[in-house]
């Protein structure tokens, strides 16, 4: 079972606006910002605003409107920064094996280059 969601995570602060991010995108649904660490020329992060730990909790709890809301805001925030004509990639860690570090669900965009195949 998915851990109960934590209000003191990181992004829970940031989506609170106790901490900064450099924010590219915000909607009724989502906020997007700038992975503080970039693995990739372009990294951003998009964030659903509702309270999930994980793309498991989130697929299976949350109202479909919010779930469609994510994910056209996902899209809204590719195609906001150019990334459609060339390409991107979204990627979301869940839990332990997913490497998951931040208990609040994102999926992280990278793009603005060639993508290495980082499985593993
Ligand atoms: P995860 O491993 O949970 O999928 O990814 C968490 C991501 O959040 C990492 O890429 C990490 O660099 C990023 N991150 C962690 N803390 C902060 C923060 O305070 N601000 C921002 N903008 N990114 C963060």
Same mark, same amino acid.
């Given at each position: $079972? ?7 995570? *990181? ?19 989502? *906020? +997007?910002?700038?992975? *503080? ?8 992060? %998009? ?5 999930? %730990? ?8 949350? $109202?479909?409107?919010?779930? +469609?809301?994510? %994910? ?21 860690? %869940? ?7 931040? $208990? ?17």
């Amino acid at each position: $079972p998915t851990a109960p969601y934590d209000d003191d995570n *990181i992004f829970a602060k940031i989506l609170r606006g106790e901490i900064p991010s450099s924010k590219v995108y915000e909607d009724e649904w989502a *906020i +997007a910002f700038e992975d *503080i660490n970039p693995q990739a020329e372009i990294h951003t992060l %998009v964030v659903p605003k509702g309270r999930y %730990v994980s793309w498991d909790d989130f697929s299976a709890q949350a $109202p479909d409107e919010e779930i +469609a809301g994510f %994910v056209r805001a996902v899209g809204k925030v590719a195609r906001a920064k150019g990334l459609v004509e060339p390409g991107y990639r979204l990627l979301a860690n %869940v839990g332990e094996n997913g490497g998951q570090e931040v $208990p609040h669900l994102h999926v992280h965009l990278f793009g603005g280059q060639k993508l290495g195949r980082m499985i593993g």
